[in-house]
């Protein structure tokens, strides 16, 4: 079963404008990681978010995580048409030896 | 370029077949993780391995099988092929640390 969900399913915008993706989960995690996958090519790491940790910044990505309410978001500023893809979170359970839950995705869409 | 490779990037091949798929990780990672991606089931870890031990099962059926060699490349062993078989496999690497995971760029099989 997919522990991450994402939110939305799909988001258009306009280039230079802000994305934000939300993630849901279910159980406890020892990190969070946001994944981009362009037009079903491999996946490329964008951020891990510890347990610990409530915000991370990389570039134009912001990551927040409250795990509290098993959520984390993901703030891409000032978008690019460059940034059209899927983006996936993917959660690393304690007992799961480093497997990775994934989220069914967002799909991105950036027009120039 | 992520430092995983997979090979090949394509595979066509016809149901009740066997196919292996190879997966060399990035340099000094021991872990190696298989992931299947369809439109249906979404992203689903496999199976994980480290430093030539399975470490973790996911949904892997019985019909697949892997291992991990000395010099830490993995292979993904599928065997009587169904049309439902079809989907994209990732192979991913991690030092186990951090555990970020490194994707590769992925084998498409489908299934005829």
């Known amino acids: 079963s997919q522990q991450g969900e994402e939110d939305p399913q799909a988001l258009s915008i306009q280039e230079g404008e802000n994305a934000t993706m939300n993630c849901s989960y279910k159980?406890?995690?020892?990190?969070l990681q946001w994944y981009r996958q362009n037009s079903g090519r491999g996946l490329v790491h964008l951020i891990l978010?510890?347990?610990?940790?409530r915000e991370k910044h990389s570039g134009r990505l912001r990551v927040t995580l409250d795990t509290s309410k098993k959520s984390s978001s993901l703030l891409i500023m000032a978008s690019r048409a460059a940034d059209t893809a899927s983006y996936f979170c993917a959660t690393d359970a304690y007992t799961s030896y480093g497997k990775l839950t994934f989220g069914q995705g967002t799909i991105l869409t950036v027009h120039p | 370029d992520s430092g995983v490779t997979q090979t090949p990037k394509h595979l066509i091949t016809a149901t009740g077949q066997r196919v292996t798929l190879r997966c060399s990780p990035r340099s000094g990672d021991l872990s190696v993780y298989w992931y299947q991606q369809s439109l249906d089931q979404g992203l689903q870890f496999l199976i994980q391995y480290y430093n030539g031990e399975e470490r973790a099962k996911g949904n892997i059926l019985e019909r697949f099988s892997a291992q991990q060699f000395p010099d830490l490349h993995s292979e993904l062993n599928l065997s009587s092929l169904e049309l439902g078989d079809s989907a994209l496999y990732f192979c991913?690497?991690?030092?186990?640390?951090?555990?970020?995971?490194?994707f590769g760029p992925g084998t498409r099989l489908l299934v005829l």
């Open positions: 978010i510890r347990s610990n940790e």
């Open positions: 991913a690497s991690s030092d186990g640390g951090m555990r970020t995971q490194y």
């Open positions: 159980t406890s995690i020892n990190n």
